[in-house]
């Protein structure tokens, strides 16, 4: 055989080409590989950050549950609060409305003594103006008595004669 210089020109460019072109291949193929590893390296970074952030999830999630269970807690202490200040609150009303009514019965009461007393004074008077008549009435009728019997003693110190009837008796 001989060798064809052409042949193998042809055959050498091909090899070149070939070469060239595996090599340029070579290249992508690192470059796909430098590219796959540094999406590698990201993935991992990612998954990373997603396991910590998964576990700051979990922990906020559990913080969240602590959270609320505590503001049920304080929400059943202030109701329970709410209602024990209310008890003492209605108890202060139930008071007061019956102080308001006892008050009421005392000024009725207090009306009530004010006219008694005024009825009192009234016929404290009555009393003293009937006990001055009757002291009049007896100091009138002493008197009286007393000119009857100054009369009579009169009559029965005088010598004077009796008068005469015009009736005369039969004896």
């Given at each position: 055989?001989?060798?064809?210089?052409?042949?193998?020109?042809?055959?050498?460019?091909?090899?070149?080409?070939?070469?060239?072109?595996?090599?340029?291949?070579?290249?992508?193929?690192?470059?796909?590989?430098?590219?796959?590893?540094?999406?590698?390296?990201?993935?991992?970074?990612?998954?990373?950050?997603?396991?910590?952030?998964?576990?700051?999830?979990?922990?906020?999630?559990?913080?969240?549950?602590?959270?609320?269970?505590?503001?049920?807690?304080?929400?059943?202490?202030?109701?329970?609060?709410?209602?024990?200040?209310?008890?003492?609150?209605?108890?202060?009303?139930?008071?007061?409305?019956?102080?308001?009514?006892?008050?009421?019965?005392?000024?009725?009461?207090?009306?009530?003594?004010?006219?008694?007393?005024?009825?009192?004074?009234?016929?404290?008077?009555?009393?003293?103006?009937?006990?001055s008549e009757a002291r009049l009435?007896?100091?009138?009728?002493?008197?009286?008595?007393?000119?009857?019997?100054?009369?009579?003693?009169?009559?029965?110190?005088?010598?004077?004669?009796?008068?005469?009837?015009?009736?005369?008796?039969?004896?």
């Amino acid at each position: 055989m001989k060798n064809n210089p052409l042949k193998d020109l042809l055959i050498l460019m091909k090899l070149l080409v070939s070469n060239t072109k595996t090599s340029r291949l070579q290249e992508e193929v690192d470059l796909l590989n430098d590219t796959i590893s540094k999406e590698k390296k990201k993935s991992k970074n990612y998954l990373a950050k997603l396991a910590e952030t998964d576990a700051d999830l979990s922990t906020n999630r559990a913080n969240e549950t602590i959270l609320r269970n505590k503001l049920a807690d304080i929400e059943l202490t202030k109701d329970s609060k709410i209602s024990r200040s209310r008890l003492p609150t209605e108890r202060q009303n139930l008071l007061l409305d019956q102080v308001i009514d006892l008050q009421a019965k005392l000024d009725a009461k207090n009306s009530e003594v004010g006219t008694l007393h005024t009825e009192i004074e009234y016929l404290k008077s009555k009393v003293s103006d009937l006990a001055s008549e009757a002291r009049l009435n007896k100091s009138l009728e002493t008197r009286r008595w007393e000119d009857i019997e100054h009369m009579a003693e009169k009559i029965h110190r005088s010598p004077s004669p009796r008068p005469k009837s015009p009736y005369k008796y039969a004896i």
